[in-house]
């Protein structure tokens, strides 16, 4: 008995040594891996009672020299200082100095020779480009006209306050400017010219193009890293008056609202634009083909000044050619009525015409459903080459028809694809306004979700390719050294699209379909937007919003998922069946169920079918030691009668993959029916590698299947089955259809 008890005990010490070794913490609480909860950011992920954000207001002018591809501009910087802190400086961004020829972006691109090398890779390869980029600061003067002291540190400048600057007070200060305007096709994307040697003329979508404010927070003082072309903006909200003096024969599409409509556009265009405000059904052209075609062959010598106001946005940007198209229509948001528009040379029509100004519009309307309603007046979509890039109020979209103005699926939904996502952009980051330089993923993975939504809503024919489960089983199984977590800095990212985009996307699709379900994860996801609506949101704001508004607790899905590198694989490693014995016998002659079989080295190996016949167990009588104190029975007799018949099946499922996640199981019975059952993934909390659990069926199972609608991202599908199925290679499958 004693010696019993020693070797009970060493077993049970050796158990728990191995299973505290191999203990992941997959459910611990995130705990110091989020910031502490403060005054300023709520516990709940809100902003609390004490939170305060800057604000800068622009008043800019710039004229942009088409001779030349320059700009030239001054403005004025109000700066108000809401936080609680003294600013003896403020750091502006020129984030156009990524594009210098002393700008460290080349130096830390790492580059490889290879057998053959492109003229135009070469020169990337480089940077021998012949461009001189950046911005060229002619001053920086306080509002007396005298020279403020500033240093400029690659693509941020500090500007040295002669007095510090007080909390709730406010400084003006003027900036005037010059810089050569980059060829798209050559020096890369965001912003720049493209050049159509066929009429002579340039497409123009310029942003970042006058030195902003940085962001100082709660959360990291003043942003302090560098644009290196890579991680995107982060950038105070503020009141922009601005004004863009061009050739008088272009036709401009800004941020902002027009304020000289009558002084920029012909009587005629002027009335379509009133017409384009309440046509509801489709787009109203306001410049047409004909005349953009025309005014390619003017070449204006005359100038016009288009003159916009903007409120409450984080940036400005334009997009400005002789070549345009316009067309408009006004959206019905809960009454409000923002106008959808393009801007498009002829080269993008047909397709333009037909699709883009109507993408914007549905665009508008799903994401409103899901975040909040479309605040701004408008939102513009124009055709650019090769990019996607977005602003507030105005995005620059790809998708151009051959020469004779064919165009395939493809690129259609192409074209249609970048449009939604890069107008749902106005949600994630520009009203939702996350930190891009520190994290990709909370506007690109939020918005990119919010696309695959919207895409299913008005384009159910078109493909998904980003923010379903199953699209990013590849990724996930693919060489673990060239996957970062999603919480990884921008810069730091390996594999950008699929690590910040695609991966959030599918996560959040899982989390709402197979976790929490649609209707906690819509009121938490819009809760979160509601919340964090102009003003600037962190990761952990997410995360606990998230939590805080559907009362689960979702750290152990934010941790693996977010944190980790691991993926989903639950394989059913082991089925045992079982029935209860009909003719009582001890113990000693009960059998040993074992659906295992031996592998050729002896060891066990996993089952791979269900035994012939049915294991029994004994059916013992419930011993009075186990009612302790209680004066009541069980009915032993009356357990017995309810389960003479049924089917008791042990299932062992192993976490092959290390991210712990629900498990989906579908039974298909004798008689050909299914059931489907759904286990919350808490089942791993103690053994996040292996769990058994017995399940009692009245029916006989022929065939078990994990995750039979591919709803978890699992990426090993072969293992998700009993009994195993022999899988077809694509050889095999090639090998029968040629037979
Ligand atoms: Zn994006």
């Known amino acids: 008995m004693k010696k019993l008890l020693i070797v009970a005990l060493t077993l049970c010490t050796s158990y728990l040594v191995k299973a505290q070794g191999e203990w992941g913490q997959k459910f611990e609480q995130l705990g110091t891996m989020l910031p502490t909860p403060n005054s300023y950011r709520t516990a709940s992920g809100a902003p609390g009672r004490d939170y305060w954000q800057q604000k800068a207001d622009y008043d800019i002018s710039v004229e942009l020299n088409d001779n030349n591809q320059s700009i030239t501009g001054t403005e004025t910087i109000t700066y108000h200082n809401l936080s609680p802190d003294r600013l003896s400086y403020l750091w502006v961004q020129l984030d156009q100095n990524m594009r210098a020829k002393s700008s460290n972006t080349p130096l830390v691109t790492t580059t490889a020779m290879s057998d053959s090398v492109s003229g135009k890779a070469l020169q990337t390869m480089i940077n021998d480009a012949d461009y001189d980029g950046g911005f060229k600061i002619a001053y920086v003067k306080d509002m007396s006209d005298k020279g403020l002291k500033y240093t400029i540190n690659q693509t941020m400048m500090r500007v040295d ?53 940085a962001v100082y927070d709660d959360v990291n003082g003043w942003q302090n890293k560098q644009f290196l072309g890579r991680g995107e903006f982060t950038l105070p909200f503020g009141d922009f008056t601005f004004s863009v003096t061009v050739p008088a024969d272009h036709i401009l599409g800004a941020t902002g609202t027009l304020q000289n409509a009558s002084q920029v556009l012909t009587p005629e265009q002027l009335q379509r634009f009133e017409k384009a405000k309440t046509t509801f059904d489709k787009p109203v052209i306001i410049v047409t083909q004909k005349e953009a075609e025309k005014a390619e062959k003017t070449k204006s010598k005359e100038k016009k000044t288009w003159t916009f106001k903007a409120e409450n946005v984080r940036d400005v940007a334009f997009a400005t050619s002789r070549k ?41 309307i799903t994401y409103s459903k899901h975040t909040i309603d479309y605040p701004y007046p408008k939102a513009i979509s124009v055709h650019a080459a090769s990019i996607g890039m977005e602003y507030p109020m105005i995005c620059f979209n790809f998708g151009r028809p051959d020469p004779d103005g064919k165009y395939t699926d493809q690129k259609k939904w192409g074209m249609i ?87 959030p996307a599918a996560a959040l699709s899982v989390l709402r379909e197979t976790i929490m379900g649609p209707e906690l994860f819509d009121y938490a996801f819009k809760e979160y937007a509601d919340r964090w609506a102009f003003k600037h949101p962190s990761p952990a704001d997410f995360f606990r919003t998230m939590e805080d508004a559907s009362a689960m607790d979702l750290d152990w899905f ?121 286990i919350p993934a808490e089942i791993w909390r103690h053994n996040e590698h292996e769990v058994t659990k017995v399940f009692a069926k009245n029916k006989e199972v022929v065939n078990i299947q994990l995750d039979p609608d591919k709803e978890t991202a699992d990426v090993e599908l072969d293992n998700n089955v009993f009994p195993r199925q022999d899988v077809k290679t694509r050889f095999d499958q090639f090998k029968e259809k040629k037979n």
């Open 324 to 364: 345009f198209i316009w067309d408009a229509m006004a959206v019905d948001i809960n009454g409000k009525t923002p106008l959808a528009m393009s801007y498009y040379p002829k080269e993008g029509n047909p397709l333009w015409e037909k699709e883009s100004t109507r993408a914007v519009a549905n665009t508008l």
């Open 558 to 678: 934010w941790r693996g998922w977010f944190y980790t590198t691991d993926h989903v694989d639950v394989a059913v490693d082991n089925v045992k069946w079982y029935k209860m014995a009909t003719n009582e016998k001890g113990f000693e002659n009960q059998v040993t169920a074992s659906g295992e079989v031996m592998g050729a080295d002896g060891k066990k190996a996993p089952a791979t079918n269900f035994q012939e016949a049915a294991e029994t167990f004994v059916f013992s009588g419930t011993s009075d030691d186990s009612y302790r104190e209680f004066m009541n029975k069980v009915d032993d007799e009356a357990i017995k009668q309810k389960h003479i018949n049924t089917n008791f099946y042990e299932l062992t499922l192993k976490n092959a993959g290390g991210l712990v996640t629900p498990v989906i199981i579908e039974w298909t019975y004798a008689d050909g029916t299914k059931e489907k059952e759904y």
């Open 417 to 503: 694809g970048v449009i939604v996502h890069e107008v749902g952009h106005n949600f994630f980051p520009m009203i939702i306004n996350s930190d891009e330089r520190q994290w990709t993923w909370m506007d690109e993975g939020l918005n990119t979700f919010v696309q695959s939504h919207t895409q299913k809503e008005h384009y159910p024919d078109m493909p998904i390719r980003r923010g379903c489960a199953s699209c990013i089983v590849d990724y996930m199984k693919g060489d673990k050294e060239g996957i970062r977590p999603i919480m990884t800095n921008s810069e730091q990212i390996l594999q950008f699209g699929n690590n910040a985009y695609a991966k």
């Open 161 to 213: 306050l002669p007095k510090a600057l007080e909390p709730g007070g406010k400084v003006s200060f003027k900036i005037a400017w010059s810089y050569n305007i980059n060829d798209r096709m050559l020096e890369g994307p965001r912003s720049g010219y493209e050049y159509f040697p066929k009429d002579g003329n340039y497409v123009y979508t310029i942003a970042q193009f006058y030195p902003r404010m």
